[in-house]
């Protein structure tokens, strides 16, 4: 039989405002290969995703890359619509991923890192061998959040998207508060890869 890759995969999750970018980029600052859900879709927006995105909302692309205001107002509050383009996206997010993955192995990584914004919600976290979620205190999220200029209603709306940041702790395999600053966050992203080594693969 084949030897069973010992490459460990982490998903990385957490509400907004959490500071999940900022501990991606620990990970990666650590040497850990980091795929970044939220950016390869910025990459298929503005290449292989917008001919179909195109076809399917007329007027959503401009220069060849999709405007992706003007596409939230074809797919909010319409459910048909957004399950249109999650059939458009998703599979192309998932061949990247499945790139990244394989090069990874290739390379000799013993773990990586799948930074995904709703891994709990879309089923994600079967895919992985732990997940980290990253967290802080509710006051310092909002504060964090409306200092972006984001409109109070709008960030409601965004955490009713949201499994709540109680019930992502709670399935968690490691915890990341990022409320102590970016020293302490750092020292929890190191013990993390410490701890990882030891833990079995168990995605399905």
């Not at 084949?2 to 980029?25: C, N």
């Not at 504060?143 to 209603?153: H, Q, T």
Request: hydrophobic share 45%; charged share 25%; aromatic share 4%.
């Amino acid at each position: 039989m084949p030897q069973q890759s010992t490459m460990r995969i982490l998903g990385l999750t957490g509400s907004i405002g959490m500071g999940k970018s900022t501990t991606a980029r620990m990970f990666a600052d650590e040497g850990v290969p980091v795929h970044d859900a939220d950016a390869a879709v910025h990459r298929l927006y503005a290449g292989a995703a917008a001919p179909a995105v195109e076809a399917a909302f007329p007027g959503t692309v401009r220069g060849g890359i999709v405007d992706r205001a003007e596409l939230a107002k074809r797919v909010t509050g319409d459910p048909d619509a957004l399950k249109r383009l999650e059939g458009i996206v998703h599979p192309l997010v998932a061949a990247e991923k499945q790139r990244f993955l394989e090069e990874a192995k290739a390379g000799g990584a013993p773990v990586v890192v799948l930074d995904v914004p709703l891994l709990f919600e879309t089923g994600g976290d079967a895919g992985v061998d732990a997940v980290v979620v990253v967290t802080a205190p509710a006051d310092v999220q909002r504060e964090r959040v409306l200092s972006r200029g984001v409109a109070p209603e709008r960030f409601e709306a965004l955490l009713a998207r949201q499994m709540p940041d109680a019930e992502k702790r709670r399935r968690a395999d490691f915890i990341v508060d990022s409320s102590r600053g970016f020293d302490a966050a750092r020292e929890q992203v190191r013990a993390i890869l410490v701890q990882v080594a030891k833990i079995p693969v168990r995605r399905t």
